[in-house]
């Protein structure tokens, strides 16, 4: 696949998703970024603001299944995974699969759940396989989590450790819509339910093509040296305590070659890393006396103050 159907893919998979979620386009463009560098996105957002519309939009738009799981401080490990079940007629055990075993997961206020059941996620999104009774089992592919959580609620949550923060390849957050965007979907919803008629545009295996074409964009030498000047601020800065580590910096690279090739380009340039920087680098980096999981605001005014003080490459590339 040439990098111009990837535009195409993705910007049909962009308009069609915008049948159900308004005006917020270019938080679609950065999920399709994730979901072609197979990572994962952890949302966010106060409740109603389209979260889990958006989830099951992308997973129909491309045909995929999906299952959505309710975080609760008592689910269990085994409740995301699976568990063996003695079958008495055939007299042995018997793995029923979970609910991981699909395409698309919707894991909805996952810092409600406890750190062990939070933790079984960890090798899935990593491995994208799951490990039972001594078997592993390898999931479908694409394998996409999308984890939800509300940043204002802070009783009766676990907060999510550095670990399972690091998995996730970019955290967002959709906001409210504008008074315009409000008023379209009043009427969009007002009679039918845009998601039930909602049909797919592209495939699973189109997306795993398009995922494959990303790794063919070129990032030049001036680019590699503008993320790890930015990234080496980050482990400068007076304002923070944990700066980006390597896997970041691969992170924001791949963000960058993938956000390119959804806008139709074989090569990367110093927009498309400032576009996705704040979104890979906010929950990988820590201020000085906040945890990692809260003061997102004050990280990201600690970015863009990076994003706007490292001189940018000023030559072709």
Do not use: W
């Amino acid at each position: 696949m040439n990098i111009s159907h990837v535009e195409k893919v993705t910007a049909e998979i962009r308009d069609n998703i915008g049948k159900v979620i308004i005006g917020k386009n270019d938080i679609i463009d950065l999920v399709l970024v994730s979901v072609l560098c197979n990572g994962h996105v952890l949302l966010e957002d106060v409740p109603g603001l389209g979260k889990t519309m958006l989830a099951k939009s992308l997973a129909k738009s491309i045909d995929a299944n999906f299952a959505r799981v309710q975080f609760t401080p008592d689910l269990l490990p085994s409740d995301l995974t699976g568990v063996s079940i003695y079958n008495q007629k055939e007299g042995e055990f018997k793995f029923k699969k979970g609910p991981l075993f699909t395409n698309i997961v919707l894991a909805d206020e996952i810092n409600r759940a406890t750190p062990r059941t939070q933790s079984a996620l960890l090798e899935c999104m990593e491995e994208h396989q799951i490990s039972a009774d001594g078997v592993t089992y390898k999931l479908d592919e694409p394998f996409f989590v999308i984890a939800t959580q509300n940043p204002l609620e802070t009783q009766g949550t676990f907060p999510l450790p550095e670990a399972q923060m690091d998995r996730f390849f970019m955290r967002l957050s959709i906001g409210y819509p504008n008074e315009q965007e409000e008023i379209a979907i009043l009427s969009r919803f007002e009679r039918d339910m845009p998601l039930s008629e909602l049909k797919s545009v592209a495939t699973k295996d189109v997306i795993m093509e398009a995922s494959k074409a990303v790794n063919t964009i070129a990032v030049s030498d001036d680019i590699k040296d503008y993320i790890v000047r930015i990234v080496s601020a980050t482990r400068t800065s007076t304002k923070l305590i944990l700066g980006l580590s390597p896997r970041g910096s691969l992170a924001l690279m791949r963000a960058a070659r993938a956000y390119a090739a959804v806008k139709g380009r074989d090569f990367v340039i110093p927009s498309d890393v400032k576009t996705v920087a704040p979104h890979v680098m906010g929950h990988r980096v820590m201020l000085k006396g906040h945890s990692l999981s809260y003061g997102a605001k004050g990280t990201m005014d600690v970015i863009n103050d990076i994003l706007n003080t490292v001189p940018v490459p000023t030559e072709e590339v």
